[in-house]
């Protein structure tokens, strides 16, 4: 399948490089699958699309600050953005992206405080560095981060930002209910940040429930396919955690379930396809998501999606044409369209942006 069909035209205009005051107040396209029909609202009238008694599943991982400035052994100057930890098992040994590269080829030491250092190990096909690093007693990788890195925001929003602008993206890049102990990702779960703890309540009281999910989001899951068919496409792997209430939920539904980004779609989608999620009886399930999602793939854990706009020929944009028609590839023709109307309706994309749900 040729990756050209997942590619789209986006003014610089309606990419969004800045949060909304009020989450809630961004937009939201609504489709409705059977009927076909597209209605525009905005997202604190969740409430009284889907109405009662959904089950709403998301990501609750923290974005930790995982841009870091350090010097070579030779003094010169390098940056650092942490991916994803190699495993489960080697907490401290991280996959990385570092410029310049070419400073290390596949070895090299680099230092970014006193007390926080590392050195490279290994280097991949895709250009990542693997990185053992040296942290304090009872300090963690990211806890280093967050005392002396930045938050890693997507390069098209610093390079559109004006001079000197003064939003908080510690904050505003954050989901309400990312968890302190989840401090995995290196982006944010993007569908989360329209929530704010009214909109939830609100929700809640109309019976709904919320599951949480950690899937530790790594820049994979933005990377444009470079392929010219996306079957070619290297897909990334994330590290995922899912509570045993979900997974009994999972596997014996009581409501309707609605995936709050794809992100939590991946996870459940990977979960599903593992056989031994049924057998799984612990506290909760672990394993790492290699799933790649692209027409014309079933859904087999999830009835609706809530989504933010996507870049054009991502893996992301894959998996929305996907659950627009599942089993088909109609989709593809089908989010084209509705791309092209939440532009000319002004809506505002990635990151930053307006939301997509689709029942």
């Known amino acids: 399948m040729k990756t050209s069909l997942f590619d789209y035209h986006l003014p610089s205009n309606s990419i969004a490089t800045h949060p909304l005051k009020d989450r809630s107040n961004s937009k939201l396209m609504v489709i409705n699958r059977k009927s076909q029909a597209v209605t525009h609202h905005h997202f604190y009238d969740l409430p009284y699309i889907v109405g009662k008694d959904w089950a709403f599943i998301r990501n609750n991982a923290r974005v930790?600050?995982?841009?870091?400035?350090?010097?070579?052994?030779?003094?010169?100057?390098?940056?650092?953005?942490?991916?994803?930890?190699?495993?489960?098992?080697?907490?401290n040994t991280w996959w990385c992206l570092l410029k310049p590269g070419r400073k290390f080829k596949n070895k090299g030491k680099l230092k970014i405080a006193e007390n926080f250092f590392g050195e490279v190990v290994d280097k991949n096909q895709e250009g990542q560095f693997l990185i053992q690093w040296k942290t304090p007693y009872g300090k963690s990788v990211q806890d280093m981060a967050d005392q002396f890195g930045e938050m890693p925001l997507p390069p098209y929003i610093k390079a559109k930002r004006e001079k000197n602008s003064t939003y908080n993206d510690n904050q505003s890049y954050q989901t309400v209910f990312s968890d302190q102990n989840k401090k995995v990702a290196a982006a944010a779960p993007t569908a989360g940040l329209h929530f704010t703890p009214e909109l939830i309540h609100n929700l809640e009281s109309k019976g709904g429930i919320f599951y949480d999910l950690t899937l530790n989001i790594g820049l994979g899951t933005f990377k444009p396919i470079q392929s010219e068919e996306i079957e070619n496409h290297p897909i990334h792997k994330e590290f995922y955690t899912i509570s045993n209430d979900l997974v009994n939920e999972i596997r014996n539904p009581k409501k309707k379930h609605l995936a709050i980004g794809t992100t939590s779609v991946r996870a459940l989608e990977h979960a599903y396809k593992?056989?031994?999620?049924?057998?799984?009886?612990?506290?909760?399930?672990?394993?790492?998501?290699?799933?790649?999602?692209?027409?014309?793939?079933?859904?087999?854990?999830?009835?609706?999606?809530?989504?933010?706009?996507?870049?054009?020929?991502?893996?992301?944009?894959?998996?929305?044409?996907?659950?627009?028609?599942?089993?088909?590839?109609?989709?593809?023709?089908w989010v084209q369209q509705l791309y092209r109307e939440a532009i000319d309706k002004e809506y505002r994309f990635y990151s930053y942006g307006d939301a997509m749900l689709i029942l």
Not at 73 to 86: A, F, I
């Open 64 to 91: 930790f600050k995982a841009r870091l400035y350090g010097k070579t052994d030779s003094g010169g100057s390098v940056e650092c953005l942490l991916l994803n930890p190699q495993d489960f098992n080697n907490p």
């Open 274 to 333: 593992m056989k031994d999620l049924w057998r799984f009886d612990g506290l909760e399930y672990q394993n790492e998501a290699d799933i790649y999602i692209y027409p014309p793939a079933n859904f087999h854990t999830i009835d609706a999606l809530i989504t933010n706009f996507h870049l054009p020929q991502s893996t992301l944009l894959c998996m929305i044409s996907s659950f627009l028609t599942p089993g088909k590839s109609s989709g593809i023709q």
